[in-house]
């Protein structure tokens, strides 16, 4: 069992940068890739960024390519999720989730799921 838990959500204008982290508990943490994945008003959730279980491979939507970095502390049992260069299209509630060992963009290889941190994005 892993129980996730996200922060560093906020308000931030266009433009600027927000670190969200995603704090894990459990001593399987190592064992699992981590994913990001988001969902904004009236839109169906989607991927954002996966990170393998060691952190050697990752992963990027097309939408945030070159602006957001996934990272992960093993030994602090959290991912990370810088965000620079927001726009407000970002805007949405971003999720963290634990699954297949390698990391995915897909949804159905997380098992584990965070309750989510609001991320709002000024014009």
């Known amino acids: 069992q892993v129980q996730l838990v996200e922060s560093g959500g906020g308000l931030v204008q266009a433009g600027g940068s927000l670190r969200l982290s995603c704090a894990a508990s459990?001593?399987?943490?190592?064992?699992?890739?981590m994913g990001w994945f988001r969902q904004a008003p009236g839109k169906e959730r989607e991927f954002v960024a996966t990170?393998?279980?060691?952190?050697?491979?990752?992963q990027y939507a097309d939408s945030v390519k070159g602006r957001f970095a996934i990272s992960r502390d093993n030994a602090k049992n959290t991912v990370y999720l810088q965000m620079n260069s927001l726009k407000p299209e970002d805007t949405a509630v971003y999720y963290c989730?634990?699954?297949?060992?390698?990391?995915?963009?897909?949804?159905?290889?997380?098992?584990?799921w965070g309750q989510g941190t609001q991320v709002t994005v000024s014009s």
């Open positions: 990170v393998g279980w060691n952190g050697d491979y990752t």
């Open positions: 989730a634990a699954g297949r060992r390698f990391g995915s963009y897909s949804e159905n290889e997380y098992r584990y």
């Open positions: 459990g001593r399987t943490f190592s064992s699992y890739g």
